[in-house]
């Protein structure tokens, strides 16, 4: 039997490297860490991990403005965590893809799925996605150019999940 490989320092830092990468906006090597997680997750026969791990691609894409590359990323992992009925991931891959969709101009489309992002948020007690969603929405109004509807929006975010939560 051969001994294993030694991991390359990419493998070793996965753990932490992501996030550390990330946050400190060292994108293209963000991207690197989670390319070879969601390799890692794919081939250790982890679906869903794989598909949360490209979300998480997907975000630094669209932060970097590759949207159409987020999209299909979003969108892919928005199939995967609907047929597992994960609805806290629902709501948080909804969000993502809408605010891309609406950076990319779809406004219509982009505000029915921040509004179900919202609404299943709600449904499973995810208070800050609730926030979030609610807080692209009302990005969403000022792209649209609807300033009014943009702070109404942002006032009832502004107050909290307790005062919008069902």
Do not use: C
């Not at 320092?9 to 860490?33: C, F, I, S, V």
């Not at 982890?46 to 975000?59: I, S």
Request: proline share 5%; net charge neutral.
């Amino acid at each position: 039997m051969q001994p294993s490989p030694r991991p390359k320092p990419l493998e070793t830092a996965k753990p932490w490297g992501m996030p550390t990468a990330y946050w400190l906006g060292n994108w293209d090597e963000a991207r690197q860490h989670y390319a070879l997680a969601n390799e890692l997750d794919e081939r250790t026969g982890d679906v869903l991990g794989a598909a949360l791990g490209r979300n998480n691609l997907a975000e630094i894409l669209s932060d970097q403005g590759h949207w159409e590359e987020a999209e299909r990323h979003f969108r892919d992992t928005d199939r995967i965590v609907r047929a597992a009925s994960f609805l806290s991931a629902i709501a948080y891959v909804r969000s993502n893809l809408g605010r891309v969709v609406g950076r990319l101009g779809r406004h219509d489309e982009a505000l029915e799925l921040l509004r179900e992002a919202r609404d299943r948020a709600a449904d499973v007690g995810a208070g800050t996605q609730l926030i979030e969603a609610d807080a692209r929405i009302a990005e969403l109004h000022v792209f649209r150019a609807r300033p009014a509807e943009a702070l109404a929006v942002a006032d009832t975010a502004r107050r909290g999940p307790r005062s919008i939560m069902r």
